[in-house]
Protein backbone atom coordinates (compact mmCIF):
# COMPACT_ATOMS: atom_id res chain seq x y z
CA UNK A 1 0.00 0.00 0.00
CA UNK A 2 0.94 3.28 -0.83
CA UNK A 3 0.69 6.10 1.86
CA UNK A 4 2.11 9.16 0.96
CA UNK A 5 5.58 8.75 -1.25
CA UNK A 6 6.10 5.53 0.64
CA UNK A 7 5.12 1.99 0.25
CA UNK A 8 4.01 0.02 3.52
CA UNK A 9 3.40 -3.54 4.26
CA UNK A 10 -0.28 -4.29 4.62
CA UNK A 11 -2.34 -7.81 4.72
CA UNK A 12 -5.74 -7.38 2.49
CA UNK A 13 -8.69 -8.16 5.32
CA UNK A 14 -11.37 -7.55 2.69
CA UNK A 15 -12.21 -7.01 -0.88
CA UNK A 16 -14.92 -4.52 -1.28
CA UNK A 17 -16.59 -2.47 -4.38
CA UNK A 18 -15.59 0.49 -2.72
CA UNK A 19 -12.14 -0.24 -2.16
CA UNK A 20 -9.64 -2.45 -0.16
CA UNK A 21 -9.63 -3.02 3.06
CA UNK A 22 -6.53 -3.60 4.59
CA UNK A 23 -4.41 -4.15 8.18
CA UNK A 24 -1.06 -2.43 8.80
CA UNK A 25 2.03 -3.60 10.98
CA UNK A 26 1.05 -1.66 13.64
CA UNK A 27 -2.51 -2.96 13.72
CA UNK A 28 -4.34 -0.04 12.15
CA UNK A 29 -7.08 -1.10 9.41
CA UNK A 30 -8.38 1.13 6.51
CA UNK A 31 -10.46 1.06 3.40
CA UNK A 32 -7.68 1.96 0.23
CA UNK A 33 -8.72 2.32 -3.38
CA UNK A 34 -6.97 0.13 -5.72
CA UNK A 35 -4.76 2.92 -7.58
CA UNK A 36 -2.83 3.29 -3.85
CA UNK A 37 -1.70 -0.31 -3.75
CA UNK A 38 1.73 -1.57 -4.72
CA UNK A 39 1.92 -5.10 -5.53
Known sequence: MKAG????D???LEIT???VRV???SGM???VRAEHLVF
Open 17 to 19: KDG
Open 10 to 12: ATV
Open 29 to 31: SLI
Open 5 to 8: NNAM
Open 23 to 25: QLN
